[in-house]
């Protein structure tokens, strides 16, 4: 054997691998922070400024003191979702308001419906509706519950009364803060379409 052999051994062996030995290349840096600065803008871009957080899409603006509310705005922001902006609701799911004989009915009544809530079944123009209807009482005020109420009552051919606030704060008065109706107490407690 000449010397040289166990040189060619060495050489066909792979050199030991080392670590941290490439730095990261600039431009993954560089797009790492666009990508940084992008984020924060949208950030900051969909929540507003200052940083208030939360979901702006279904935001209603407050009306100024004194100023009248927009009942039209204000079912479109907190009660198209289920009745739908033609008023027609969903079959079989969400009752529909145009033409409903509970919402062109007395005023009480579809006060006390909106500000507390219904629960159970409900007969609309025919149909039997199986669920729950929220109350509003923590989200609207007695000027903007009458609002939405005026515009539901006279909306899509719908021939109702307004509702006054008047009306909303005596109902406050007089339940307080109770649950939910069900149709045999409201049937128990106003006039109701038969």
């Not at 730095?23 to 990508?35: D, K, M, N, T």
């Amino acid at each position: 054997m000449s010397s040289h052999e166990p040189q060619r051994a060495q050489h066909r062996e792979y050199p030991e691998p080392s670590e941290g030995g490439r730095p990261v290349p600039w431009f993954v840096v560089a797009w790492i922070g666009v990508l940084i600065l992008w984020g924060i803008g949208y950030y900051a871009w969909h929540i507003g400024w200052p940083l208030t957080g939360g979901d702006s899409r279904t935001a209603v603006e407050q009306a100024a003191p004194g100023a009248a509310v927009d009942g039209e705005k204000l079912f479109t922001a907190q009660c198209s979702a289920c009745h739908q902006p033609t008023g027609q609701g969903v079959p079989g799911t969400f009752p529909p308001l145009a033409g409903s004989e509970w919402m062109q009915g007395d005023p009480a009544l579809v006060v006390a419906i909106v500000h507390d809530g219904l629960q159970g079944p409900i007969t609309v123009a025919g149909e039997e509706y199986q669920g729950s209807m929220p109350a509003f009482a923590d989200k609207l005020s007695p000027d903007e519950l009458a609002a939405v109420l005026s515009h539901e009552r006279q909306a899509w051919g719908n021939e109702g009364e307004p509702v006054d606030s008047a009306l909303v704060k005596k109902h406050e008065e007089r339940f307080a803060e109770r649950g939910a109706w069900t149709v045999d107490e409201l049937r128990n407690t106003f006039p109701t379409p038969e």
